[in-house]
């Protein structure tokens, strides 16, 4: 049986530290982005990634969704969250693609579009998420 509480703060599994470093990273984007700035803003600030209200939005719920599966969870439930979670923005990216403004939820087009870059960054969140569910599925069932 999978053992029901969290290992102390100091023994970070790969899940738990993947989920809580890339929750902490879209929980501050999804607060910068709400603020003006060159990095990640609306597109009136003219930021390498633009984001709106809404955008901003979902990078907060999927930020604290992550600390979620890092904090809440332990065991195959927590790898599988964490694979879960890198096909959630695997999906993303393929809708974003056949809808840069995802079908008008994340504002109007072109201005609130996702860009080449921000595809790509999702990815990287989509694909790593999912490598990291998986070695850490791997890594229990050997153990």
Not at 64 to 88: C, E, H, K, N, S
């Amino acid at each position: 049986m999978a053992e029901r509480t969290p290992a102390p703060l100091g023994e970070l599994g790969l899940a738990r530290g993947y989920a809580a470093l890339i929750g902490v990273i879209l929980v501050a984007i999804g607060i910068i982005g709400f603020f003006d700035n060159p990095i990640v803003a609306d597109p009136g600030a003219d930021p390498l990634l633009v984001t709106g209200t809404v955008h901003n939005m979902i990078h907060l719920a999927t930020g604290f969704l992550a600390l979620y599966i890092a904090f809440a969870m332990v065991g195959r439930a927590q790898a599988d969250a964490v694979t879960g979670l890198g096909i959630l923005y695997l999906v993303v990216v393929i809708l974003t693609i056949l809808s840069p403004n995802l079908f008008g939820i994340l504002g109007p087009s072109p201005g609130y579009n996702v860009s080449l870059l921000g595809h790509i960054l999702h990815l990287a969140v989509g694909l790593a998420s999912v490598a990291v569910g998986v070695i850490a599925r791997r890594q229990l069932a050997a153990a």
